[in-house]
């Protein structure tokens, strides 16, 4: 397979992962879902506001334009910031459901921005 399908293939996960983001979290956000875990706002706020900007990034990504590639190094590197936070600051706080899923965007994400770096050849 040629570099831009991979490219594609890229953009659909980011996509995938920027919908579920905003679906879950706009349900939480909106009172409709309410989950049995303790919910820290401004994470739910957080995951929603990322959500977006994944998915503005995952269009850039499917184009091929250059800020597909700086949407990918800010989205990684927020989601690396904020899994810190959960597992010092807010440990105490923060729930372990909370934490698995902020462990599984970065790790993705971590794995995104790996293949991007190697195959956008955009700059």
Do not use: C
Request: overall charge positive.
């Amino acid at each position: 397979m040629n570099r831009i399908i991979y490219l594609r293939i890229m953009a659909v996960i980011a996509m995938i992962l920027g919908a579920m983001a905003v679906v879950a979290g706009g349900k939480v956000l909106a009172g409709v879902s309410v989950p049995d875990y303790h919910v820290i706002p401004w994470l739910v706020k957080y995951n929603v506001t990322m959500g977006v900007v994944t998915i503005v990034t995952a269009v850039f990504l499917w184009l091929k334009h250059p800020w597909g590639k700086v949407g990918a190094m800010v989205i990684t590197t927020a989601h690396i910031i904020v899994l810190v936070l959960l597992l010092t600051v807010f440990s105490g706080e923060v729930a372990q459901h909370s934490v698995n899923a902020m462990t599984f965007r970065a790790t993705v994400w971590i794995l995104l921005l790996a293949f991007i770096r190697k195959n956008y050849h955009v700059f």
